[in-house]
């Protein structure tokens, strides 16, 4: 039976499905690195190990040399400078390169990288030491309660690290382990395949309806669960492997492996670290930790599928989780952040540091905590998905409808005069599942945007600053800013030399309290003055091309155009995907087909509902993101030209932020209506519900997030720019791509609606 469940997850689209992740997961590890195989950068590479080599088998013959190279160079720049002096010549005082020779590498930043190296290994006690001191301050302060959890966590960093004071690091250069613990790319993709993979692991019988027939004959109850549930593990085991060791491979062959053997604390992420680990040890570690963290996440997906029987709710739930978990990762809400999905799976958050919890008073390890945590959810969820019957008690499977009435109908649909347009949408809202699905995704919209839009602490003085320039850009608002930056400077320095003065009694203490006042005062509005001379700069240098340039406060108006709004991707791919499915499940479609509106007339109007329900959400989901725009934003300054926001000038337009906003909703509907039209026709063709919507949640959402990681592999095929076109007249080739593919299912789905057979 085990067997037989393996091969039915080897189905085409599995396979299909595995193997592109896997290539987008070998692909985005190998594209950063690809430059680690340029000749340039194995030249400086071996260079670096060269030196390295050399401080640790003669150490001082290297600092002789070093040293010696300190010495010679400060002699050239001494002589480079009276040079300059005398107005003589001075390419006489270049300091030759003898141990790399590059255009923008030589010894001066080899020197610098070794010396960065070297000193990270010999300064690692010192830095272990004043962790230790720290806790042995903040016990002082506290005093010692035994059983108080803020001098049990102070106990516990300082036995962990007191344990790596007699660790030696030798200086040592380290490839590829960096970027391998690093890659954030192949848990998102892991999460993605898991979804897909697992959550039709019950589909099939259900399709078929035999589930009732298996769960009452021999092998078919808890024996067919076991089944399942074994082959799951397995499957969940070797992906995760794949996934998180193809990367591995791929820097072995780019950027290298330094030596396993060496401590892990030689991996700068790792450098603090309380565990006395070598790479290959801490390697075993991480792996079994993301195995342990995939399968009960598989478990939780395969009880989803027992629990919910359709696609669009299990795939719905799952998405919906995983998407929360990510906002509320990016944000870093520290009260969350422990225990996020993203956090746990990327592990590196686990080992950085010494970690502890305060539970019910007492003291406790975070990495212990978490295992115990894991072990007991994965307990609970395979315990419960072996034992879960859905066929155990079953009271009346088909109790007695009224007449005129539809089990789980709101809507009661007559046969006169109605249209076939008002059929297919009739049948869209007389299911209540349906209406409250799409209730609650309207509800996460807008608590979401609640959220989103809630303005990020800016300081009371750079809104004071703003608020007194804002408006146009002027020569006199520039004057202001300088003048302000030069006062703020002259108060800082002048403390200084009030502050010696006090010292050596020169000045009284009335007036080192004004200076001490001022200066604070200046400290204080340094950061936020700092930024409004990087934003007085920038429209200085526009202010000639484009009109209407105007200092703003454009925080709303940025968060608003980097949105991209998946709850209405969600609520498009929903809809959409209960349009055409519901014939071919109903097995109605042979008789639709040859009846005399079941072809043309019928496939026009499931069209037009789908454009009809894209418009009704975009225009509802859009309203709840302006209402909370126009809420916390001032946004009288719609009229003044779009260079004004530094983040959008590559959009490089003379117009109005509020014409540039039109423009971005009239791009970003044609997004969503290509987006619909194409989810429709691939649910056509494919003629269910849950591979249409994984692959295109997955189509949409990977390049997203590959792009906030800075990954621009998706660069002409991410439809995200289309729904979201931040850079409106940036992304035309990346427009006209979607829609001509949007364009090509769309007839292709025709084709087959039309064909009888």
């Given at each position: 039976?085990i067997?037989?469940?393996?091969?039915?997850?080897?189905?085409?689209?599995?396979?299909?499905?595995?193997?592109?992740?896997?290539?987008?997961n070998?692909?985005v590890?190998?594209?950063?690195?690809?430059?680690?195989?340029?000749?340039?950068?194995?030249?400086?590479?071996?260079?670096?190990?060269?030196?390295?080599e050399?401080?640790?088998?003669?150490?001082?013959?290297?600092?002789?040399?070093?040293?010696?190279?300190?010495?010679?160079?400060?002699?050239?720049?001494?002589?480079?400078?009276?040079?300059?002096?005398?107005?003589?010549?001075?390419?006489?005082?270049?300091?030759?390169?003898?141990?790399?020779?590059?255009?923008?590498?030589?010894?001066?930043?080899?020197?610098?990288?070794?010396?960065?190296?070297?000193?990270?290994?010999?300064?690692?006690n010192?830095?272990?030491?004043?962790?230790?001191?720290?806790a042995?301050?903040?016990?002082?302060?506290?005093?010692?309660?035994?059983g108080?959890?803020?001098?049990?966590?102070?106990?516990?960093?300082?036995?962990?690290?007191?344990?790596?004071?007699?660790?030696?690091?030798?200086?040592?250069?380290?490839?590829?382990?960096?970027?391998?613990?690093?890659?954030?790319?192949?848990?998102?993709?892991?999460?993605?395949?898991?979804?897909?993979?697992?959550?039709?692991?019950?589909?099939?019988?259900?399709?078929?309806?035999?589930?009732?027939?298996?769960?009452?004959?021999?092998?078919?109850?808890?024996?067919?669960?076991?089944?399942?549930?074994?082959?799951?593990?397995?499957?969940?085991?070797?992906?995760?492997?794949?996934f998180?060791?193809?990367?591995?491979?791929?820097?072995?062959?780019?950027?290298?492996?330094?030596?396993i053997?060496?401590?892990?604390?030689?991996i700068d992420?790792?450098r603090?670290?309380?565990?006395?680990?070598?790479?290959?040890?801490?390697?075993?570690?991480?792996?079994?930790?993301?195995?342990?963290?995939?399968?009960?996440?598989?478990?939780i997906?395969?009880?989803?599928?027992?629990?919910?029987?359709?696609?669009?709710?299990?795939?719905?739930?799952?998405?919906?989780?995983?998407?929360?978990?990510?906002?509320?990762?990016?944000?870093?809400?520290?009260?969350?952040?422990?225990?996020?999905?993203?956090?746990?799976?990327?592990?590196?958050?686990?080992?950085?540091r010494?970690?502890?919890?305060?539970?019910?008073?007492?003291?406790?390890?975070?990495?212990?905590?978490?295992?115990?945590?894991?072990?007991?959810?994965?307990?609970?969820v395979?315990?419960?998905?072996?034992?879960?019957?859905?066929f155990?008690?079953?009271?009346?499977?088909?109790?007695?409808?009224?007449?005129?009435?539809?089990?789980?109908?709101i809507?009661?649909?007559?046969?006169?005069?109605f249209?076939?347009?008002?059929?297919?949408?009739?049948?869209?809202?007389?299911?209540?599942?349906?209406?409250?699905v799409?209730?609650?995704?309207?509800?996460?919209?807008?608590?979401?945007?609640?959220?989103?839009?809630?303005?990020?602490?800016?300081?009371?003085?750079?809104?004071?600053?703003?608020?007194?320039?804002?408006?146009?850009?002027?020569?006199?608002?520039?004057?202001?800013?300088?003048?302000?930056?030069?006062?703020?400077?002259?108060?800082?320095?002048?403390?200084?030399?009030?502050?010696?003065?006090?010292?050596?009694?020169?000045?009284?203490?009335?007036?080192?309290?004004?200076?001490?006042?001022?200066?604070?005062?200046?400290?204080?509005?340094?950061?936020?003055?700092?930024?409004i001379?990087?934003?007085?700069?920038?429209?200085?240098?526009?202010?000639?091309?484009?009109?209407?340039?105007?200092?703003?406060?454009?925080?709303?108006?940025?968060?608003?155009?980097?949105?991209?709004?998946?709850?209405?991707?969600?609520?498009?791919?929903?809809?959409?995907?209960?349009?055409?499915?519901?014939?071919?499940?109903?097995?109605?479609?042979?008789?639709?087909?040859?009846?005399?509106?079941?072809?043309?007339?019928?496939?026009?109007?499931?069209?037009?509902?789908?454009?009809?329900?894209?418009?009704?959400?975009?225009?509802?989901?859009?309203?709840?993101?302006?209402?909370?725009?126009?809420?916390?934003?001032?946004?009288?300054?719609?009229?003044?030209?779009?260079?004004?926001?530094?983040?959008?000038?590559?959009?490089?337009?003379?117009?109005?932020?509020?014409?540039?906003?039109?423009?971005?909703?009239?791009?970003?509907?044609?997004?969503?209506?290509?987006?619909?039209?194409?989810?429709?026709?691939?649910?056509?063709?494919?003629?269910?519900?849950?591979?249409?919507?994984?692959?295109?949640?997955?189509?949409?959402?990977?390049?997203?997030?590959?792009?906030?990681?800075?990954?621009?592999?998706?660069?002409?095929?991410?439809?995200?720019?289309?729904?979201?076109?931040?850079?409106?007249?940036?992304?035309f080739?990346?427009?006209?791509?979607?829609?001509?593919?949007?364009?090509?299912?769309?007839?292709?789905s025709?084709?087959?609606?039309?064909?009888?057979?």
């Open positions: 039976m067997q037989f469940e393996i091969k039915k997850f080897l189905s085409k689209f599995n396979i299909i499905f595995v193997s592109v992740m896997l290539f987008l070998i692909a590890a190998f594209i950063p690195n690809a430059d680690a195989l340029s000749e340039e950068a194995i030249a400086i590479k071996e260079a670096k190990k060269t030196l390295i050399e401080y640790n088998s003669d150490k001082d013959q290297y600092l002789t040399d070093y040293t010696q190279y300190l010495s010679q160079k400060e002699s050239n720049e001494y002589a480079l400078r009276q040079s300059i002096a005398s107005n003589s010549d001075i390419t006489t005082h270049t300091l030759p390169n003898q141990r790399i020779d590059l255009i923008n590498y030589g010894d001066m930043e080899l020197y610098a990288d070794v010396e960065s190296i070297v000193n990270n290994a010999n300064n690692y010192d830095d272990i030491k004043k962790i230790i001191y720290k042995y301050s903040i016990i002082k302060d506290i005093g010692s309660h035994d108080l959890y803020a001098y049990e966590y102070q106990v516990g960093i300082i036995s962990h690290y007191e344990k790596l004071l007699n660790l030696q690091l030798t200086p040592s250069l380290v490839s590829g382990w960096n970027e391998f613990f690093e890659n954030q790319t192949s848990s998102i993709l892991l999460f993605a395949t898991f979804i897909a993979f697992f959550s039709g692991i019950y589909s099939i019988e259900r399709k078929v309806k035999i589930t009732p027939i298996l769960h009452i004959t021999k092998n078919g109850g808890y024996r067919l669960r076991i089944s399942k549930s074994v082959s799951v593990f397995i499957f969940a085991i070797v992906l995760t492997l794949i998180t060791l193809s990367p591995l491979l791929v820097l072995k062959f780019t950027t290298g492996l330094s030596a053997d060496t401590p892990i604390q030689t992420i790792y603090f670290c309380p565990y006395s680990l070598t790479i290959s040890e801490f390697l075993i570690a991480y792996i079994f930790c993301k195995i342990l963290f995939f399968l009960t996440f598989a478990f997906i395969v009880l989803l599928d027992q629990l919910f029987h359709q696609d669009s709710i299990k795939v719905g739930i799952s998405t919906l989780i995983l998407i929360l978990n990510y906002i509320l990762f990016t944000r870093e809400i520290n009260s969350t952040t422990k225990y996020n999905l993203f956090s746990l799976s990327f592990v590196t958050p686990l080992f950085e010494y970690k502890a919890e305060n539970i019910l008073g007492c003291h406790l390890s975070y990495i212990c905590l978490l295992a115990f945590i894991l072990l007991i959810v994965s307990t609970l395979i315990t419960f998905s072996l034992l879960f019957n859905p155990s008690k079953r009271k009346n499977r088909h109790p007695k409808i009224k007449q005129n009435q539809c089990p789980h109908s809507l009661i649909i007559t046969p006169k005069s249209s076939v347009f008002s059929f297919e949408f009739s049948k869209i809202l007389a299911d209540k599942k349906n209406l409250i799409l209730v609650v995704l309207l509800i996460s919209k807008i608590v979401f945007s609640f959220v989103y839009f809630t303005p990020t602490q800016n300081s009371e003085q750079y809104i004071y600053y703003i608020n007194k320039i804002y408006g146009e850009f002027t020569a006199e608002k520039e004057q202001y800013i300088i003048d302000e930056s030069k006062y703020v400077a002259d108060a800082i320095n002048n403390f200084n030399l009030i502050q010696t003065q006090y010292r050596h009694g020169e000045v009284d203490l009335s007036e080192y309290r004004e200076a001490l006042y001022i200066n604070n005062y200046a400290i204080s509005v340094s950061e936020p003055l700092d930024r001379k990087e934003r007085s700069t920038y429209l200085s240098s526009i202010t000639n091309d484009y009109n209407n340039i105007w200092f703003i406060l454009d925080e709303g108006i940025i968060k608003y155009v980097s949105l991209l709004d998946i709850f209405l991707v969600l609520s498009l791919i929903f809809i959409n995907g209960h349009i055409f499915p519901f014939e071919y499940d109903s097995g109605f479609i042979s008789i639709l087909k040859v009846s005399r509106k079941g072809r043309h007339e019928t496939q026009r109007a499931k069209y037009t509902l789908a454009i009809v329900m894209t418009s009704l959400f975009f225009v509802i989901f859009s309203l709840i993101d302006l209402f909370f725009l126009f809420h916390y934003y001032d946004l009288s300054c719609l009229k003044a030209g779009v260079m004004s926001i530094p983040f959008l000038s590559s959009v490089e337009l003379d117009i109005s932020i509020s014409h540039y906003l039109i423009t971005y909703k009239i791009i970003s509907y044609v997004g969503y209506i290509t987006l619909s039209i194409l989810s429709l026709a691939i649910t056509d063709i494919v003629k269910e519900f849950l591979k249409p919507a994984i692959s295109i949640i997955l189509a949409i959402i990977i390049p997203y997030c590959m792009s906030l990681f800075g990954i621009n592999v998706f660069r002409f095929i991410n439809i995200t720019l289309l729904l979201s076109p931040t850079f409106v007249n940036k992304h080739f990346t427009y006209f791509l979607s829609i001509i593919l949007a364009i090509c299912i769309y007839h292709l025709c084709k087959k609606w039309r064909d009888i057979t």
